[in-house]
């Protein structure tokens, strides 16, 4: 692809991410794009790479092998400007990190390549917010054993939701203790059907996890853990304790994620007498073919039509879409046959939600 085509994507990426809370990566894809154009270090790292589709996210995928080597100490003049990696921000210059990155890139020309051929997985957190929420508000009775498989689990860290703690005004749910802490999870008020649900469960019993994901990450690996946190935006650090805590907390709650496609996966899963079976998902509806998803689709039915009273079965998804002419991220859940039901909306990334409706 030409150069001047690359450029205009990191653009549409930087403009994405001033959206979403980085001011920095904002700066920096600004500045990366530039590069591109003149035909700098950035546009020598991207030969051979070269897409136009935003969804390859190659942007993401090029300041993810960067902030990788400042968080292994191999970029310590990048790491200098990143609060992930123990720096600082310069106030008001939020592209003063630029020269070293692209010393960053210019130097280490393999690692940036190896970089370049993963898709990025955050295993965002956050989202675990609505996944969660939705949980609560349909589990119909306390100790009532649940099965969750997650489709696109990336490291499985939101397959242990339940083990994170949720805070709004005059609202908690979870563990005191719990190394992860999803604070101002919902913003104009705490729905009624949430309250409802945490009244009913102080814990949730959860008997199986399970889940499936073209390139599975292992979080508890060297390799693994650095890859999800090389794609935490150096700047957002809430989000970047949020993983460090989801870490440690799957270091001490076990979970499966198995490689394969989430047609296949789902064709393995069955209803159980004496538990709810969930299948869950977040933002990970784009990333597979109108193909496969129609298979998918053929799934959740059948499994929804081989729900019985004692065998239960739901399906959550937090996924983006529009409704009503709006377009956001959307929370909706689907129990047995009943018609999918929208609950809630929120920023990509989980936090905050916000409720629909006088009582969701």
């Known amino acids: ?18 959206r979403l809370g980085s001011p920095l ?48 100490g191999r970029a310590p003049e990048l790491a200098a400007h990143l609060p992930s990696a123990g720096g600082a921000l310069t106030p008001g210059l939020p592209d003063a990190a630029w020269p070293a990155l692209r010393a960053a890139i210019a130097q280490e020309p393999e690692w940036i390549a190896r970089w370049l051929t993963r898709p990025p997985q955050t295993n965002e957190v956050g989202r675990a917010n609505l996944l969660l929420a939705a949980l609560l508000h349909i ?13 696109g689990s990336s490291g499985g860290l939101n397959l242990r939701a339940d083990q994170f703690r949720y805070e709004a005004e005059r609202f908690a749910w979870g563990p005191l203790d719990a190394p992860v802490r999803l604070t101002d999870a919902w913003a104009g008020g705490v729905p009624g059907w949430l309250r409802a649900g945490a009244r009913r469960h102080q814990a949730l019993r959860i008997v199986e996890r399970r889940g499936c994901d073209l390139a599975p990450i292992d979080p508890l690996s060297t390799e693994g853990s650095l890859t999800l946190r090389a794609y935490v935006w150096p700047d957002q650090v809430a989000r970047m304790e949020r993983l460090e805590g989801a870490i440690r907390v799957a270091a001490k709650v076990p979970a499966t994620v198995q490689s394969s496609g989430a047609a296949e996966f789902l064709s393995t899963v069955d209803v159980e007498p004496g538990t709810l079976t969930v299948v869950w998902h977040s933002v990970m509806r784009q990333y597979v073919s109108a193909d496969e998803w129609a298979v998918v689709e053929g799934e959740l039915a059948r499994l929804a039509g081989a729900a019985t009273p004692e065998a239960g079965f739901a399906h959550i998804a937090f996924e983006p879409g529009v409704r009503g002419g709006d377009a956001a991220f959307w929370l909706s859940v689907r129990v047995g046959t009943e018609p999918e039901q929208p609950l809630a909306t929120a920023h990509p990334h989980g936090v905050p939600a916000r409720w629909l409706g006088a009582d969701g």
């Open 139 to 151: 589990v119909p009775s306390a100790q009532l054993p649940v099965r969750i498989f997650e489709l």
């Open 1 to 18: 692809m030409p150069r001047e085509q690359v450029a205009r994507v990191f653009l549409q990426q930087a403009r994405a991410c001033g």
């Open 25 to 72: 990566y904002a700066a920096l894809l600004e500045r990366a794009a530039g590069d591109i154009e003149r035909g700098g270090p950035c546009a020598d790292a991207l030969l051979g790479h070269h897409t136009a589709h935003l969804d390859d996210a190659l942007p993401l995928r090029l300041l993810g092998g960067a902030h990788a080597l400042a968080l292994t």
